[in-house]
């Protein structure tokens, strides 16, 4: 008797199914699915702190098409070259649907407007970051499915055993369509799924957020901290396997340096920041009293 061992990962045949006029794309599937698992454990843990669910419900308002629009405007401002020079087409830089959201510009304008916003509520800024950071870095594993389905943020050829086999894709005109169309059956590489590298780094980083705010009553932004720090501490190494096209700054991916640099200073920040975690009544006053009562 043989038995057979699956040797690579395949990829999906397809990342875009059509509902009549209307493409379902896995990719956005994927990053909903993030985005409510995270908004549940945000909302479990900043109650937890002494806060209010609504101020998560107001933050997922406000945060939502602000990490859109910073995710693109990061992606272009690193890949101008796609859409700006000869022969390039600038209105292509606001077709999202072709890809291209960078988590960086997304987190960090998602948390200027969620800073905003927590100024205008009169609400301190940090406990709301620290409750809903570990489900940020979650949702971000979940959305590297994404990736998946896309065929993109592989590194170079490999024979190792998990090696992620891509495929060849064409459109109904049979034209070469990577990201709408569907395989032909045809594998073009195996490549290292880095995708998948940066899914399983997450998901140990989500862990190890819980049980160290678990363990050490982490509050004042450590956990916020602890995020970055972990986050881009993986980003660094696999940013160094990847051979898809990038800006390159002194010989060095852009995103390279971007994850060294912020590493650093996330490191910084949570050895400098106040030790314990604050209390219901500093989370949200209000709330506490009625909590009281």
């Known amino acids: 008797m043989q038995t057979m061992i699956l040797a690579n990962i395949p990829s999906p045949p397809q990342g875009v199914w059509h509902l009549g006029p209307v493409p379902i794309r896995a990719y956005a599937l994927c990053i909903m699915t993030g985005i409510i698992v995270a908004t549940f454990i945000g909302i479990r ?7 209010s669910a609504d101020t998560v419900w107001d933050a997922l308002i406000v945060v939502i098409p602000a990490g859109i629009i910073g995710g693109r405007l990061y992606h272009v401002i690193t890949d101008y070259d796609k859409y700006f020079g000869p022969g390039k087409d600038p209105w292509q830089a606001f077709n999202i649907t072709a890809g291209g959201l960078g988590i960086w510009g997304a987190v960090a304008l998602g948390a200027v407007a969620l800073m905003v916003m927590m100024r205008v509520k009169k609400l301190p800024f940090l406990p709301l970051a620290d409750a809903l950071a570990p489900g940020v870095i979650l949702a971000q594993g979940i959305g590297r499915l994404g990736n998946w389905f896309n065929q993109e943020l592989y590194g170079a050829e490999t024979d190792v ?9 064409v459109d109904e005109a049979g034209n070469y369509s990577p990201l709408n169309g569907h395989s032909t059956g045809e594998v073009i590489a195996s490549v290292h799924p880095t995708f998948l590298y940066e899914l399983i780094w997450n998901v140990l980083i989500f862990a190890l957020l819980i049980w160290a705010d678990r363990r050490f009553k982490l509050g004042h932004g450590r956990v916020l901290w602890l995020y970055v720090a972990g986050y881009t501490f993986g980003r660094f190494f696999i940013e160094l396997m990847r051979t898809d096209a990038a800006t390159m700054i002194l010989g060095q991916r852009v995103n390279t340096w971007v994850s060294g640099i912020l590493f650093i200073v996330a490191l910084v920040l949570f050895l400098r920041a106040e030790r314990g975690r604050e209390t219901p009544q500093e989370v949200d006053p209000a709330n506490a009293h009625e909590r009281e009562n």
């Open 161 to 169: 055993p998990w090696a992620l086999d891509i495929y060849y894709r």
């Open 45 to 51: 843990r900043y109650q937890a702190r002494g806060g």
